[in-house]
């Protein structure tokens, strides 16, 4: 259309783990800010006069499906009050919090050990004995992977909603599973906020909904309120679910998706 706007094309459930996907253009693979040119990249997406941008994101939102499926009180606690990367520094063994925090996200993707032993300079072997140390020191996580192994040498996992997560291979299996988890309860976070803007008689349009993230332009003087809002409604997506873990989230204001996101 020629109206000034970019209209990719969203499948809702377009990825194997009920994830939406973004094609015609991919609008779900604009470079990060902090990319090169990647602030350049963003600041092209605005919104009309009279209207703010407003992006909302789940705070953490895979270790939080994580600690929901590990059911840990300890490493829940850990999430919500303490610190959560250098908690998995000490149980991994790794120099410094940054290689706990890549570590961790490797792990969850199911990286093999030569990825693994790659982030603190090592070898295969290394990355073998660092996920071995973890595992012993995380024996929550050790029996969540071990039941999630199990259930996919059917082919799938049973999904938050009881949907069938089809797996590929087993090293993909919990990651397939939190994955699934985030996709839905954003996905039951976005239809919430939809519903309860309508209600406020807020003028909106949603215009990005990508994994944790939310991109909604928004009557200027209802920014704040709908920010504010969108947490909210990520937060109660979570109680919906009965997660173990509680959901949150935060949001910016701004006049490109630069500034949001």
Same mark, same amino acid.
């Given at each position: ?39 350049? #990249? ?148 976005? #239809? ?70």
């Amino acid at each position: 259309e020629d109206d000034g706007r970019v209209h990719g094309y969203v499948n809702a459930c377009g990825a194997v783990t009920g994830r939406m996907t973004h094609s015609s253009p991919n609008m779900g693979q604009i470079p990060a800010v902090y990319s090169p040119y990647g602030r350049e #990249c963003r600041d092209v997406w605005t919104v009309p006069e009279g209207y703010k941008l407003v992006g909302c994101d789940a705070s953490g939102l895979e270790l939080r499906m994580l600690a929901h499926y590990m059911n840990d009180e300890g490493y829940t606690n850990e999430i919500l009050n303490g610190d959560i990367h250098t908690a998995n520094q000490l149980a991994s063994g790794v120099d410094t919090r940054d290689q706990a925090k890549t570590f961790i996200y490797a792990f969850l993707y199911g990286a093999g050990d030569a990825k693994v032993g790659s982030i603190v300079g090592g070898t295969k072997r290394d990355g073998a004995r660092l996920k071995e140390k973890f595992l012993s020191n995380t024996p929550s996580l050790r029996d969540l992977r071990e039941r999630v192994g199990v259930a996919a040498t059917r082919g799938y996992v049973l999904g938050l909603d009881r949907r069938r997560v089809s797996i590929r291979s087993e090293h993909a299996a919990l990651n397939s599973l939190l994955q699934s988890a985030g996709a839905v309860v954003m996905k039951k976070a976005l #239809c919430l906020l939809h519903e309860y803007a309508t209600l406020w008689g807020i003028k909106f349009n949603i215009i990005g909904n990508i994994h944790d993230e939310i991109q909604t332009e928004v009557e200027q003087e209802k920014a704040e309120v709908f920010g504010r809002l969108a947490v909210s409604c990520i937060e109660a997506a979570g109680l919906h679910y009965k997660l173990n873990c509680p959901l949150t989230g935060d949001y910016k204001v701004g006049n490109s998706w630069a500034d949001t996101h």
